[in-house]
């Protein structure tokens, strides 16, 4: 009460050295964090333009030699991680999405235990999938192949896909699929013209995810990649325990952060920041 | 519909309509006619049924046995979509990714209207509903009684057989919502559009019906005018939920011609006008409506009482006075705020009512 003058009207809040203090120490820690965060990427990032991981801070260092020199192989890799990633996303969205709505709208028998049986391959680690999966592929003959490693993905997109479709349908108030109902419209064309549209930014985030995911999967492609379908992420993996940390390898990992930077703002710019920050998966009505 | 002299709308029979959940028996033996362009309220606690009604009627909750019919088409098989009904949401469900326009136009949409035709449709709802202008906005971008006004007028845009209202003032402020209920008869009155209301809320009942269909614990209690409910509440349910009434817990005694109450613990007896006939045995509550108990003068025919002031509720144009009589613990009047402002709490005046305001219910079991 001291602080106050006697010539005050509104109450004005004062920051007492406690509360400075406080403050100081909570930017403190925000910064801590985004430091721990975000350290690997930019020392990834500053490593890429000089071709080491021993990074200095002298601009001659700078330079593009290590992405000038990265070989065909490794472009070959990254085109064929992109291509399964989205085909694999695509996939598994066009799956979860009528999976998800048949289960929650459907009220389908046994729902709960259904959405819980596909959450396990989640959960499963990556290297059981990755071997349960070579033993049924070798005689299919799907090991080292595109299909092999699409479906591979799938699986595991799948999941997660479910996941978010069972979320974002949950989440949609009944009254909308009902109201089409009852102006005429039959279940397929309200799925078309209400379900699908009010979901949609949600399934975009899940989009995002998933690829984001698809694009880094390592060790479930580990037992089913080979000379003709290699993944960047296996060929990193690879090169590095055979040739040690090569400038062209770092350089590599660089332009995959750049495709999920790419990625993730093409996204947020399309859906807008509302649904970005927090991942507000419904549209609001 | 609007400027047409026919009315579009057709006639609706409800046939004995039964759904249980589970032990829970939520509608049983549900039976009425709706006349063509009638206003129907199912009024009730929440609970009743009456929403499970209405869900039936519309097609969104199978029923477990009975018929429904528009006009001679039977329609308790078909999904919503075949049954041409509007229904107006509690919350409104407007489409929110969908302009106003586009919200309306959606049942002309699935039922293939051209174009030209369509947006002819449109503004001419939104002429009806008042909100020609907005055509062009999101559903987030009005307020809450003109998404109510669009809601409205999506369900009539199409000529449905039946309007479907669900407690759709329940989510307007007090003030709003006396504007619009009169607005919506309006806008029913000259669509002449058969239409159910569901509503918890019995002044909104007597307010915008044609008739009533009270409702209690899955049954039907009282079909009726809102001047019938009102007047002469059928049973002992009525007399408590449609409007405030004073209960007296009584027995009749028959004195030669005159029929009289003998209200438990009171020495004086309360003539009675007339008994209804399914009233069986002597056991009754004797009603008496707050407005009807006067205070002061009381001419020769009334009941007369001295009475005690205990309480006095303050509300603008009218003012609730609770009295205590002997052998009564209270008797509440309602009083206009002038007549009131002469007695005060702790008085005793002369209170009455005349006898044909003295009405006999039988008590529920």
Redesign the interface.
Known sequence: MTAMSDNSIAPVRRWTGFGLLGKGLFIAYLALMLAWLLFPIILVLLASFQGKLEVTLSASDFGFEAYKSIPPAYWEAFWFTIRTALSATLLALLVAVPAAWGMVRGKLKGHRLLSNLVLIPDVVPQLILGIALLTVFIPLHLANSFAGVLLALTALSLSTGLRFTEALLTGLPDEYEQAANTLGANRLTTFRLITLPLIAPGLAIAALFIFMQNLVTFELLYFIAGPNASPVSVRLFSDIVDRGVLPYAVAMAGILIYVAIAFYTIVAIVLGPKYMAGSVMSRKG | MLHRKESHSQAVHINRIRKTFGAFQAVQNFTLDIEAGEFVTFLGPSGCGKSTTLKIL???LPQDSGEIRFGDRRIDML???K?????V?Q?Y?????MTVAENVA??LR??GWASKDKKARVDQLLALVRLEGLANRR??QLSGGQQQRVAVA?ALA?EPDLVLLDEPLSNLDAKLREQVRLDLRDIQRSARQTTVFVTHDQVEALVMSDRIVLMNAGKVEQVGTPVELYATPATEFGARFVGANNLLKAKLAAGGAAVSATVDGLAQPIPLTTVSRQIGGTDIWCCIRPEHIRIGHVDSSSSKFEARVVDKVYQGTTVLIDFEIPGIERLRAERPASEAERISTGDTVQIGFERTHAVARQPAD
Do not use: S, V, Y
């Open positions: 519309a097609g969104l999904p919503p979509n049954r041409n009904i509007g229904l949401f919350n469900a407007l489409f929110p990714h959606f049942g699935m039922r559903p987030e999506r199409f």
